[in-house]
């Protein structure tokens, strides 16, 4: 490993959560009651004070990260990532631990930090880079390059509170990418930017790890972290659950605890039509022996195991009703489509379930997840899951495995190829 430019030791965020002791809802009489005779409550039940409760956001946090590395920070909503940038960002400070950083630091985190809203978008380049330690010749020498990736020219001289949230997304990145710094962290903001954005954003950053510089970069898209990251901090309840190399963590989080099923017990209620005539009951992604799975190698069958509930067990399946089933990658973009009419398929019993097998080879390398739909041919929607059942396709050994996850796109076709002896096409030009 490379000289440490990042470390952590034992690492802890504490907060206090107030918790008042009467707890729920009063009449404004009552309010007004309690407000009046709050100091004599004071002296005489102390307990009726606001309780003070502890939640620790990280804990026992220990790692380190060399000059060059382009490190992921994944795991759930809640789990400590934007804290744990926080404090290498020096937002906030540590409760317990240590951090030692070795170069300048320039993050990019939620929408509305780093930048002063009075302040123009010119004003502010300069603000950020003299906050670097750089002198005012070194951000002119960068100026132009900052401006141009943003794309804010004609708003330069603008204040950057009315800059809309892509706007100012766009100039704050090319500010922190731009301005040199030895360690870039980046949280999930560049969600807010376009298709086009992202993935220029994830070019520069490419181009920044190669020049020997570190990144730490939070997402939720765990396409873009395999593309991006080599290594992988997986945060779980503010703990390191995982650290290592991203194609071993990723298919570790995306299959603990409710990753790898998906939906069940959905009930008529959590239908899109209260009535319909069938809902989704329960789906998850199986392997061919038919235990769970998540993560699956490209050589092997996809499959997708769906619960229907019905509103008259006893009746007949509308004929009209469609299934359909559509594959997303990890941007939400639908990759391929399929259907199938739950009334051909069979006679349906009480405990009968709808699989759907995905071939294989098909899908490349990348994160994946289902679209399910139940409608009729005109149309009318009466159930619908997006997102359900997200699943991890990882290159076995192929000939594409040299190639980096997304330049392949989405979908491995078996092709057929022939050699065409004497061919035409250069003879007749057109």
Known sequence: MTEAVVRVEGLGKKYLLQQRAEAGYARLSEQLMRAATAPWRRLTRPSDRIAR?????????????????????????????????????????PTEGRIELCGRVASLLEVGTGFHPELTGRENIFLNGALLGMTRAEIRAKFDAIVAFAEVEQFLDTPVKRYSSGMYVRLAFAVAAHLDPEILIIDEVLAVGDAAFQKKCLGRMDEIARGGRTVLFVSHQMGTVAQLCSRCLYLEQGRLAADGPTEDVIPR?????????GVSNRTPDDAVTPDAPMWVVAARTTANDGEPQSDFLHTSQVTLRLALGRNDPAGEIPTQLVCTVAVQDHLGRRVLTTQCQPSEVGDFEADDELAMSLPAPLLAPGSYAFIVTL????????????????????????????????????????????????????????
């Open 253 to 261: 989080y995306l299959t603990s605890g409710q990753a790898i099923g």
């Open 375 to 430: 409608h009729t041919h005109a149309g009318e929607i009466f159930d619908r899951l997006s997102g359900v059942c997200p699943f991890t396709i990882t290159d076995g050994g192929s000939r594409f495995a040299r190639y980096r996850a997304g330049d392949l796109g989405c979908v491995l076709a078996d092709c057929e190829w022939q050699l065409i002896s004497a061919g035409d096409l250069v003879a007749n030009r057109f």
């Open 53 to 93: 409760k502890e939640f620790w956001a990280l804990k026992d946090l220990s790692f380190e990260i060399g000059s060059g590395e382009v490190v992921g920070v994944i795991g759930r909503n809640g789990a400590g990532k934007s804290t744990l940038l926080k404090l290498l960002s020096r937002i906030t400070e």
